[in-house]
């Protein structure tokens, strides 16, 4: 069974960081991407930012220069280090990966966190 763990969530001031954590485990054969999306009360759930294999990563234009994402391949971790939050940068925020997984054949499938909170005050 593959598991995202989350970590990183709390609540912070304006123009505070954060860094959030997510580490996959389980019958994982490989990632295709992996990253963060986000949902605001009464909002849809948007891309935060994500890591593709073999392409550059990918930021939603509200947080570019912001955020900051990375993979620790070693770990199968993804990072988002986020940096002078704003109060509309409050969400649940949600670890997503693509992967081939499962055994005997790998499957290629998509696999979301439970979500960990984050709470910007102005």
């Known amino acids: 069974q593959v598991r995202l763990m989350e970590s990183g969530g709390g609540l912070v001031e304006f123009g505070g960081s954060l860094r959030l954590s997510c580490a996959a485990s389980?019958?994982?054969?490989?990632?295709?991407?992996m990253g963060w999306y986000r949902q605001a009360p009464g909002s849809q759930r948007e891309l935060v930012a994500v890591?593709?294999?073999?392409?550059?990563?990918i930021y939603a234009d509200s947080v570019k220069g912001r955020f900051a994402i990375s993979m620790d391949n070693a770990e199968n971790t993804v990072n988002l280090q986020m940096n002078n939050l704003k109060p509309q940068d409050t969400a649940v925020y949600y670890c997503?990966?693509?992967?081939?997984?499962?055994?005997?054949?790998?499957?290629?499938?998509?696999?979301w966190g439970r979500g960990t909170q984050v709470t910007v005050s102005p």
């Open positions: 890591i593709i294999r073999g392409g550059s990563p």
């Open positions: 997503n990966l693509e992967a081939l997984t499962g055994q005997p054949v790998a499957v290629m499938t998509g696999y």
């Open positions: 389980g019958s994982i054969f490989s990632i295709d991407r």
